[in-house]
């Protein structure tokens, strides 16, 4: 059995791909969506890490893109 890397920066979006105002709007409906999310339930913070993580990377990428990195 082969492992991969957690991440990959040939397989992450390009810079600028969804405007700042998108992004941070996807962050807010993440956050919005897990705000109960119990820490006793492993699956629901399973799914809850993952969004909040594609939020994340991808408020970080438009907010780099438009700060010209």
Known sequence: ???SPLRDPAHEL???A???VVALQLAR???AKHE???VR???AM???ASDLQYALRTLVVA???EAGR
Do not use: R
């Open 1 to 3: 059995m082969t492992t």
């Open 14 to 16: 390009p810079p600028g």
């Open 18 to 20: 969804l405007s700042s």
């Open 29 to 31: 409906e993440a956050l």
């Open 36 to 38: 109960h999310a119990s």
């Open 41 to 43: 339930d492993q699956v």
């Open 46 to 48: 399973y799914f809850a």
């Open 63 to 65: 907010l780099d893109a």
